[in-house]
């Protein structure tokens, strides 16, 4: 074996935090062997299925690599390419919420920086400090980019024209005329609210004041034209969310970053991949949400679409099934976990009676914000283990995940959340929303998360999120396709090249979405 092959054996599994003793590299290199045509592709295998292990250390010793190089050598299920999971883990993987990386902006170097080690689950004070402050700094970074918001120069075509200069807001004090400033709106009082950036914060008085398209609630980011007041009072004339950035153009000021995570590909397997996606035309998603295990015509209705997709010449190769799975909130005192647990044996049970669907479709589940769970925070973790031990034995290709989680299907990035956020922010709203540009409460949803560039940026009262793992909930840069799992009536929409969606709720109106990847086209589907 090439020295060139122990190097990338060493980066691959350095990039995932182990640590290689020499006879666990023989062993891998031994294993390697074996694909001389396929070598990338087996060795992404094998650092997946290691990482899904329960290793007891982070560094790796002969005994630990043995046991799945043997495992995978048995199953032959590295290379057959008559298995639909051939290279499953280069064109398709699943990132878990508490596996994203965490890269923060610094200001003074003008780069971003990967957070390296363990998070804490439960945070200190700081960690409160730090969600607003790399919100802040991701949108001021983006901000600084676009002409109009930054200082002109004497020479240049806005110095004659006017800018739109954005200033600190402690520099507001005494100043006279009309001003620009970004920030984060925030209620000190019951009432009162402020414009805060990292300098200081200040009154705003919005009554008259211009918006644009979008919910504008506490904690979201806005940029906001007006002038000072006797009283120290900002009185705002116009106010909008911060300007969006092409994701082209954002991947390539920070090539080589990878924000999204999974495996980080060099530009030759990224043209390669995407080469495959553009073939990939059979490949299909069906995205259901709402799944009531406890609901009897659900159930049937389940049964109705797979049994459809199970005729067709090509089945999906991948069913999406988003919580909640009960039809009430579940609560120790109402639901039972062995209930429950049965529940989804029953499904798994109406999966295996599906045959090409068990053997060639991956199944994916997502939680609710009303299911089983040790908590309601942001991001959660995915279903208990005692709940899906059951439906494990029948579906051997289910993957459970956290919410949001993400996927990546060759070079596209998909983000999947489940949560009924439409009325919160609604509800939220500090101001009446502007209808001049579009009335659909779905699309003024969407505009809300792109430009804030974050899934839900409502206050932490009324959606706690661990302070720690808000990265989590980033869409930055944007990603290709966003599946929002909302209780609301089913919806699409293409947003500046984002392609956003809700499959609707599957157990109340029987309605779900067909996904096709390789054109990103979205059909609305429904039961009759």
């Not at 990939?280 to 049994?307: C, G, P, Q, R, Y």
Request: hydrophobic letters at 35%; glycine letters at 6%.
């Amino acid at each position: 074996m090439s020295g060139k092959m122990r190097a990338k054996v060493h980066n691959k599994f350095k990039m995932r935090g182990y640590t290689l003793k020499v006879e666990a590299l023989k062993e891998i290199l031994s294993f390697l062997s074996n694909f001389e045509d396929a070598e990338d592709e087996a060795l992404d295998l094998l650092v997946d299925e290691l990482h899904t292990g329960s290793l007891k250390s982070s560094v790796l010793d002969k005994e630990s690599v043995q046991r799945v190089t043997s495992r995978l050598l048995e199953a032959g299920s590295a290379v057959d390419d008559d298995n639909p999971y051939t290279n499953m883990s280069t064109s398709f993987s699943v990132i878990d919420a508490f596996d994203s990386p965490k890269y923060r902006y610094d200001p003074i170097r003008k780069m971003f920086c990967q957070h390296t080690g363990r998070l804490p689950i439960h945070g200190d004070a700081s960690a409160k400090a730090w969600l607003y402050r790399d919100r802040f700094l991701l949108l001021s970074q983006r901000l600084s980019r676009i002409p109009q918001f930054s200082k002109p120069s004497f020479n240049s075509e806005l110095s004659g024209l006017g800018s739109c200069e954005i200033s600190q807001i402690q520099s507001l004090v005494g100043r006279t005329g009309i001003s620009w400033v970004m920030g984060v709106i925030s209620q000190f009082e019951d009432g009162h609210y402020y414009l805060e950036d990292l300098t200081a914060a200040v009154e705003i008085n919005l009554s008259n004041a211009k918006k644009t398209t979008g919910y504008f609630c506490e904690n979201t980011i806005v940029l906001a034209q007006g002038e000072m007041r006797l009283d120290g009072i900002f009185q705002v004339q116009t106010f909008g969310f911060p300007p969006l950035e092409d994701r082209e153009k954002s991947t390539t000021l920070f090539s080589g970053l990878n924000y999204f995570g999974g495996d980080t590909l060099s530009k030759e397997d990224t043209l390669k991949l995407a080469e495959m996606e553009s073939s990939a035309v059979n490949e299909m998603f069906v995205i259901l949400s709402d799944i009531w295990l406890d609901h009897d015509e659900t159930m049937a209705k389940l049964e109705t679409v797979l049994d459809g997709y199970e005729d067709v010449e090509v089945v999906p190769s991948l069913f999406v099934l988003m919580g909640n799975f009960c039809s009430r909130r579940f609560d120790l005192a109402y639901n039972s976990l062995s209930t429950l647990r049965s529940n989804f044996a029953k499904l798994g049970k109406m999966i295996g009676n599906h045959q090409r669907l068990k053997e060639h479709s991956r199944f994916l589940f997502i939680p609710g914000p009303d299911d089983a769970g040790p908590s309601k925070v942001l991001p959660r973790c995915a279903l208990p283990k005692y709940l899906t031990e059951e439906i494990r034995k029948h579906i051997p290709n289910a993957i459970f995940a956290s919410n949001p989680c993400r996927i990546k299907f060759y070079t596209q990035e998909i983000v999947f959340f489940r949560h009924d956020l439409l009325n919160k922010m609604r509800n939220s709203c500090l101001i009446p929303h502007s209808t001049e540009e579009t009335s659909d409460f779905f699309e003024l949803l969407v505009a809300t998360i792109t430009h804030q560039s974050h899934l839900c940026p409502l206050p932490l009262s009324v959606q706690p999120i661990i302070w720690n793992y808000d990265h989590c909930l980033h869409l930055y840069p944007s990603p290709h396709t966003i599946v929002l799992g909302d209780s609301s009536e089913q919806k699409a929409f293409k947003y500046t090249g984002t392609t956003c969606f809700n499959p609707g709720s599957f157990s109340n109106d029987y309605t779900f979405v067909v996904y096709r990847p390789c054109n990103q086209e979205v059909e609305l589907s429904a039961l009759e």
